[in-house]
């Protein structure tokens, strides 16, 4: 099957031309099967993407971030039961930490600083990369220090160093200061956080 470009910006996108092109439209049909017989968050991305350059109902958009999110979850508890972590270069595994990282993302924005925390920490777990694993124990140290989201982006996260290129910008992983320093800093909950961690790696 073509996949359908999924980098169409509004600027460059004649919407009513796409919706009334056969071919692009089958194609589109072909990846939500695909997405929904392989519950395949890779392909849930690629669809959202689609969708949301082509302006679709608020409806669409959130049934899809729905199947995306309640499927990572399901992976993230079938991964932490077999002791398995991401492999990040996997397309799907990538896509799933994605998804739980945009939620835990959310839940902060939103204030949520105990549903947060979890998701970061977890992530922190379950993701061995070095700067991105450093990365989600930071979020929930700042969590733990009450720092607000909006605070975080604006003191804390080095957002200007976010490469587009790079598939795995979604993660924030630079600070306005070091790592090192950081975690020195809120040490005390990075210990706690790790203590909280104890019983994934017991159970």
Do not use: C
Not at 99 to 108: D, K, L, V
Not at 126 to 151: K, L, N, R, S, Y
């Amino acid at each position: 099957m073509t996949t359908p470009d999924t980098s169409m910006t509004q600027e460059n996108l004649d919407i009513e031309a796409l919706k009334n092109d056969a071919e692009f439209q089958d194609n589109v049909r072909r990846l939500e099967q695909e997405m929904r017989e392989h519950n395949s968050i890779a392909r849930g991305y690629q669809l959202l993407d689609i969708k949301l350059a082509m302006q679709e109902d608020e409806d669409t958009i959130n049934d899809l971030f729905t199947f995306i999110v309640n499927r990572a979850f399901d992976l993230l508890a079938e991964y932490l039961t077999r002791h398995k972590k991401f492999d990040l270069s996997d397309p799907e595994e990538y896509a799933t930490a994605r998804a739980i990282y945009e939620h835990g993302i959310q839940r902060y924005s939103e204030n949520d600083k105990k549903g947060a925390k979890e998701i970061f920490l977890v992530l922190h777990h379950q993701i061995e990369e070095p700067d991105i694993h450093d990365a989600m124990m930071i979020h929930a140290a700042a969590v733990m220090e009450g720092i607000g989201f909006e605070t975080f982006i604006d003191e804390f996260a080095d957002v200007t160093s976010l490469d587009p290129e790079d598939p795995k910008s979604i993660f924030i992983t630079e600070f306005v200061q070091p790592n090192d320093m950081i975690m020195a800093m809120w040490s005390r909950h990075i210990e706690a956080g790790k203590k909280e961690l104890e019983t994934l790696d017991n159970n």
